[in-house]
């Protein structure tokens, strides 16, 4: 069993593209678990036509204010450094739930007990099946900052079925924030997508170090590799002596695909198995 990280610094080069188009061709002779973790934007299951049913609700702690026990001291409120708690002097607290990230900073400042724990949805973790892939996909509810919950719940989830699998492909937010981080930790491999623009190379420049950091073996792709200056991905990945794995040129294709949710046909599977 390998588990494949599919990520980019940058949003929009096309990692979707590349771990549905992965997935898409192991699945053909492997078992194959894709895990949709960008979930600020899942968009997974729009690329492969995979209708999601819901697994479960993603939770997180809010504090529950129990107003005989408050003697309205404000303290709760000073506390808060995510300004979810609002206090009037000689009032209760009010609390601003969407602003609230459950770190527990008010219950432990509260003098009089007068703090418990609730639950709120955060989010939600669906699956589905097409094409032989099995679809694990992680959604932050609108309006809720903490997406690292979700993934962290994506991947108890996927612990549990991994077995059952020859390959786990992870497709990642964008970014080197910490639910990316958590995307990709249980990794084996990752593959960093990119496209040969300034910005790109910039952003995958934070990406690799990232991986690097984290002792990560690594590969990349550029994407739409005739729209841009090729060299400048080459001059960077020298630095870190890796190589181009792959490129991808624009495609009409592609696009087809994409608005008629098909699997778009890359190949791809040569990848993994480069050392
Ligand atoms: S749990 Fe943290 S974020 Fe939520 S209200 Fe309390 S201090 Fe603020
Ligand atoms: S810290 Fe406790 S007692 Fe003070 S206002 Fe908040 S809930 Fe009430």
Redesign the pocket.
Known sequence: MSIIGITGGKGGTGKSTVATALAYELAKEYNVLLVDADVDCPNDHLLLGIKRCKVKAVMQRI?I???K?????????K?CRNNA?V?IKGK??LLMQPQCNGCGA?FF???????SWGEKEIGRIYSGKNHNINLLSGELAVNEPVSELVVNSLNKIMETKKKQYDFVVIDTAAGTHCPVITALEKCDKVIAVTEPTPLGAHDLKLILDLLKHMGKETRVIVNRSDIGEIRIVKNLLKKYRLGISKKIRFSKKILESYSKGTPIKLDLTGIIGES
């Open positions: 504090p204010f129990d107003l026990k408050c003697s309205r001291c404000g303290l709760c409120s506390a708690v206090s209760y607290p008010c400042k509260c003098p009089s007990d007068a703090i």
